[in-house]
């Protein structure tokens, strides 16, 4: 049977640092739901469409593509609308998903999903991968990454299920709160490959 290994956890916790670590060091398949959620948007697709009919030019660059920041303003602060957004880009996601697990043929495939239990794609993997650190760091994190205030860093936590949700239904937690080497050595263990 293969392992679907799905990896999730807050935004900003290190769960790219997982991924990249298992593509680079075991050559693991790391399929990525930001990819495909990017995908869903491009210009031209039906989505994108639907999307700029709901909200107008404010979510528009001039060059026809999707202001995410502006689109991120919206979504953030409002439940209602963040629902909306995610119905019409889940199901596509959901879908490129299915089709890649049915193309790759080894015995291991990471599935990347920071909405793993909010877009209700457990069903997907075989097991769940949460990746937690600290709440103040993840804090930090989120404000140098995407140069916004602590307030809106908040919003951004806030709008995914809590950490400690995330946390009590995980088959593996791994605590990016110390190194990158410690990290790397509870991937390692989890991984069965030490």
Known sequence: MKRIIGITGG?????????????????LPILDADIYAREAVKPGTEILREIFARY???VQLSDGTLNRQSLGEIIFN???ERQWVEAQIHPYVRHRFESEIAREVGNIIVLAIPLLFEANMTDLVTEIWVVSCDGEEQIQRI???DRISSS?????????LSL??????AD????NSTTLDNLRQQVDLALGFV
């Open 56 to 58: 107008g030019e404010k």
């Open 143 to 145: 404000k140098k990454r």
């Open 78 to 80: 409002n439940p209602a």
């Open 11 to 27: 935004i900003a916790t290190g769960k790219t640092t997982v991924s990249n670590y298992l593509a680079e060091t075991y050559q």
């Open 152 to 160: 809106a860093a908040e919003a951004r936590i806030n709008s995914q």
């Open 164 to 169: 400690e949700e995330k946390i009590a239904r």
């Open 172 to 175: 593996v937690v791994l605590d």
